[in-house]
């Protein structure tokens, strides 16, 4: 928890190799996250947004099938970024 602006999201972008830090040294179970990206994202994912995005006491998958149709994204389009 922190105030905006204080860099939670983009500590967590880091942790998963999505971004470069600026300066220093990250390591996840000893790897570089920005080589190990995609093991590590499918291992751990995020999910970031406000709240109102996901439903209470519906599951995520649900959640994000809910998204999906509001906004008209293709099943193919759907199924290629569910990891």
């Known amino acids: 928890m922190g105030e905006n602006g204080a860099g939670k999201s983009t500590l967590i972008k880091i942790i998963l190799g999505i971004i470069l830090p600026n300066s220093g040294e990250v390591k996840v179970f000893g790897m570089d996250p920005f080589k190990k ?47």
Not at 38 to 54: A, D, N
């Open 37 to 83: 990206r995609k093991w590590i994202c499918k291992k751990y994912g995020v999910v970031f947004g406000q709240r109102s995005y996901l439903f209470p006491f519906v599951p995520v998958i649900e959640s994000f099938k809910i998204q999906k149709d509001i906004y008209g994204i293709p099943d193919q389009e759907f199924s290629a970024l569910i990891l």
